[in-house]
């Protein structure tokens, strides 16, 4: 989509929508590049400024699925030396059957 179409699209788009987030199935094999999941990259101040919007994501953190996160700096593939910028990445992940997040002795999780 062109730029000046996608503007269009976006600005078209209904404010504080409900999150229509696929959970990866728990059996899920390769790759999950194609799967719904978020990549956030820049400076720090960036990352978090974006991630302050994106605190609806948290309730996918239960008994039935799982987040995954890596939130790191970012390495230049050629040195491999740290760089400034950091990279954050997200995606929900389905839990398998006996792996459900264990619940503490009164009964809380």
Do not use: N
């Not at 600005?11 to 094999?29: F, S, V």
């Not at 939130?71 to 006996?98: E, P």
């Amino acid at each position: 989509m062109k730029k000046d179409k996608f503007v269009k699209y976006w600005k078209g788009l209904r404010k504080d929508q409900k999150l229509r987030l696929k959970p990866i199935p728990y059996t899920h094999k390769g790759t999950t590049f194609a799967e719904d999941g978020i990549r956030i990259t820049g400076s720090r101040a960036f990352v978090d400024s974006v991630l302050s919007h994106l605190k609806d994501l948290l309730k996918y953190e239960s008994e039935e699925t799982r987040l995954q996160v890596s939130y790191d700096r970012s390495t230049d593939r050629d040195t491999g030396k740290k760089l400034r910028s950091y990279g954050c990445y997200i995606q929900v992940h389905g839990r398998g059957m006996g792996k459900k997040k264990a619940k503490k002795k009164d009964g809380k999780k």
